[in-house]
């Protein structure tokens, strides 16, 4: 049996609510929208399972109600805050101010990137991260 119909089978034989959080869409997006939306329809089919997806991009997938109005996406922070997320990760990095401030310009002051870079930053300096960037 393959796993989307494991999944499926094993999402309807349940008959508690359930909440589903599928993370990162993108990347099984950008690799085949149609068997993804496929994979969404079953799932979505399901009465006891809220479906909740995260992805960057602006459109949606089809065949699945989706609530309305949208979230709006994530906009990059402000450097202050950037600075602030980085430093509640790692604060050994935080005497480095110039490097860090540049390398969270470079990465645009996304969110996701931060706290990437800021696990990173536990191993490696700024200014190395701002090399191989």
């Known amino acids: 049996m393959d796993p989307l119909t494991l999944l499926v089978r094993t999402l309807k034989k349940q008959s508690d609510p359930l909440l589903m959080l599928l993370d990162n869409l993108e990347t099984p997006w950008d690799d085949s929208r149609t068997q993804t939306e496929s994979v969404l329809q079953q799932i ?5 399972v809220t479906l909740i ?9 089809m065949g699945v109600r989706w ?5 709006a996406p994530l906009m990059p922070l402000s450097i202050e805050a950037a600075r602030m997320v980085f430093v509640e990760i790692n604060p050994d990095q935080a005497s480095s101010q110039p490097e860090l401030d540049l390398l969270l310009q470079e990465i645009e002051c996304v969110p996701l990137a931060i706290t ?16 191989q960037w």
């Open 44 to 48: 979505a089919a399901i009465k006891h």
């Open 53 to 61: 997806i995260t992805m960057r991009g602006t459109s949606c997938p």
């Open 67 to 71: 609530t309305q109005p949208r979230l």
């Open 116 to 131: 990437l870079i800021a696990w990173l930053a536990q191993s490696e300096s700024c200014n190395t991260l701002l090399d």
